[in-house]
């Protein structure tokens, strides 16, 4: 691990330890709110907030912690988070946590943030954490992005509620359906290891 | 009535895995075999009944009355990491054979996001005592019924010419998908 440069601990975030397409973690929001672009980027920067802070904390006090009750404490800690960011988006952007609904309070469980603390921050220095988290949070916000603007571009025809598609076009429902995000995450799923596949062979 | 429509809501219409999208790691997980996933499936169902008696009571009897709404993620993700554990504990003192089938799926339900999202769900839309029991329930039988049905299908993917790529969780989505396209013709039942 100590052998990685800051630039790869980056890195290793957005594509080889890409959290939802190679380590299949944090799936529930990633399939619930990317039926529009703007839900799924406000999920994706919450997420964001609550992982690099979650990972500030739990790296500056892990001498602190006893090991019996750890994932305990990562739990308070990450909760404390989840709550100031609910309350912050019920504060000030009501509509969109109205949309949210209760996927907010839901990053509590999020494996991505639980999975990097232990894996992680319990075991390198603050500065090493953030730049890992920041890594993390971008291959989140990543997915969610391509996601959610394939869903919503053929779902409703329009991009970040603007409309893009002419008037030919007829909206496929299914993608606005909880069964597009399915199929839609799974086609993704296998172009992610096609990619992978033809790469390694390509070196 | 009122009660019947939220079993049938729960356990087909707005399905926990298939419309809310919650346990989806162990619905992805556990769904190899039928055997494994019907034992995850009555593990949840389990928990899920007695999150819901737990979480209406914390949020009804303390969190409202004193104002402490605020408090709700906490308190739920607290009460139920140590309820499992207990529950755990418990069960294998009181029954081992019912320890042997449920034991190991236990623990892994802590971190499931549909326990969770049973709690909150059930504060979002403030029902009664008797609402929120029969709510988590239905939900449990909701969560066994996918899985177990998308572990019948799994079985039989094995045997299929399935491309590379999308083995495992590829192609595991995609069938999800389908079926909750299915699913969502249970919708017409409720209006």
């Known amino acids: 691990m100590a052998t990685k440069s800051i630039g790869q601990e980056y890195l290793k975030g957005l594509w080889d330890e890409n959290p939802v397409f190679r380590q299949l973690l944090g799936m529930c929001p990633t399939l619930a709110v990317t039926g529009t672009v703007i839900t799924g980027m406000a999920m994706a920067l919450a997420t964001t907030f609550v992982l690099i802070f979650s990972s500030l904390v739990v790296s500056s006090i892990k001498k602190l912690i006893p090991s019996q009750v750890r994932i305990a404490t990562y739990i308070v800690v990450i909760a404390s988070f989840v709550t100031i960011a609910d309350q912050f988006l019920k504060a000030y952007f009501y509509s969109i946590s109205e949309a949210l609904g209760p996927y907010v309070p839901l990053i509590v469980v999020n494996c991505i943030i639980l999975g990097r603390q232990e894996a992680f921050s319990s075991k390198n220095s603050v500065g090493r954490s953030l730049i890992d988290a920041l890594g993390m949070s971008s291959g989140f916000v990543l997915a969610l992005f391509v996601l959610s603007a394939i869903r919503e571009l053929l779902g409703a025809g329009t991009f970040l509620g603007y409309q893009v598609m002419g008037p030919w076009f007829k909206p496929w429902i299914i993608m606005i359906l909880p069964a597009g995000a399915f199929i839609t995450l799974g086609v993704l799923l296998g172009i992610a290891l096609l990619i992978e596949s033809k790469t390694k062979r390509s070196q | ?191």
Do not use: H
């Open chain 2, 1 to 191: 009535m009122e009660l019947a429509a939220i079993f049938i809501s729960a356990v087909l219409v707005q399905n926990f895995v298939l419309y809310y999208f919650l346990g989806i790691c162990p619905f992805l997980g556990v769904s190899k075999k039928i055997d494994s996933a019907f034992s995850m499936g009555l593990a949840v169902t389990f928990v899920m009944s007695i999150t819901a008696v737990v979480s209406w009571l914390i949020n009804n009897l303390i969190l409202i009355p004193f104002g402490l709404d605020y408090l709700q993620i906490v308190s739920f993700i607290l009460v139920i990491a140590s309820l499992v554990q207990l529950v755990e504990m418990f069960i294998r003192k009181i029954s081992p054979p019912l320890y042997q089938a449920l034991g190991i799926y236990l623990p892994l339900i802590t971190t499931n996001c549909a326990i969770m999202g049973l709690a909150l769900i059930a504060a979002l839309n403030e029902y009664s005592f008797v609402e929120a029991v029969i709510f988590g329930f239905s939900s449990g039988i909701g969560f066994t019924l996918a899985i177990v049905l998308i572990a019948g299908i799994r079985e039989q993917l094995d045997l299929a010419d399935v491309p590379e790529p999308l083995k495992g969780a590829g192609i595991a989505l995609i069938v999800a998908g389908i079926m909750a396209l299915a699913f969502n013709g249970f919708i017409g039942m409720l209006t």
